[in-house]
C-alpha cells in the first residue's frame, strides 16, 4: 500500500532548503565573476556544502532514529540548495562560449573532486572524533 508524503519531512526539507537558498544568493550576488576567470565564490560555497553535506549526514545518521527530520533538513534542504550545480552549470557554459576551454575544464574537475574529498574528509573527521 502506498502511503502519502510525510509533511514533516517535507517541511523539514522547504525550511532548510529556503536558508541555503538565501545563503548562496547573497554569496554570489556579492561576489560576481567574469567568465574568464575562477568562480571563487561559487567553489567556496560548493566546497562548504559538501564539507557540511559529511558532516550532517554522517553524525545524523548515526547518532539518530531514523525518523528524525534533521537529516531532511540538514542534508536535502540546507546543504542541496547550498551547493550549486546549476549554478555551476551557467558558469561552465560562459567559459566554453567565451573559448576558456582550459579553465572550464580545470573548475569541472575542481568541483567534482574537491567536493568528494570534501565530504571523504568531514565524514572521516566525524567517525574519527566520535572514538
Known amino acids: 500500500m502506498l502511503r502519502g508524503p510525510d509533511h514533516q519531512e517535507l517541511a523539514a ?3 532548510g532548503g529556503v ?3 538565501l545563503a548562496r544568493s547573497a554569496l554570489t550576488q556579492s561576489f560576481a565573476t567574469p567568465a574568464g576567470q575562477w568562480p571563487w565564490p561559487t567553489f567556496a560555497v560548493n566546497m562548504v556544502a559538501a564539507l557540511a553535506l559529511g558532516y550532517f549526514i554522517t553524525r545524523l545518521q548515526e547518532r539518530l532514529p531514523p525518523y528524525s527530520h534533521a537529516r531532511a ?5 540546507l546543504c542541496g540548495s547550498l551547493s550549486t550545480f546549476s549554478t555551476v552549470s551557467v558558469e561552465l557554459l560562459k567559459m566554453i562560449d567565451g573559448s576558456h576551454w582550459d579553465l572550464a575544464a580545470a573548475y569541472a ?5 574537491g567536493g ?12 574519527r572524533a566520535r572514538l
Open 13 to 15: 526539507i522547504f525550511a
Open 19 to 21: 536558508l541555503g537558498a
Open 73 to 77: 533538513f540538514f542534508g536535502t534542504g
Open 109 to 113: 574537475l575542481a568541483s567534482a573532486l
Open 116 to 127: 568528494l574529498a570534501a565530504v571523504f574528509l568531514s565524514t572521516k573527521l566525524v567517525r
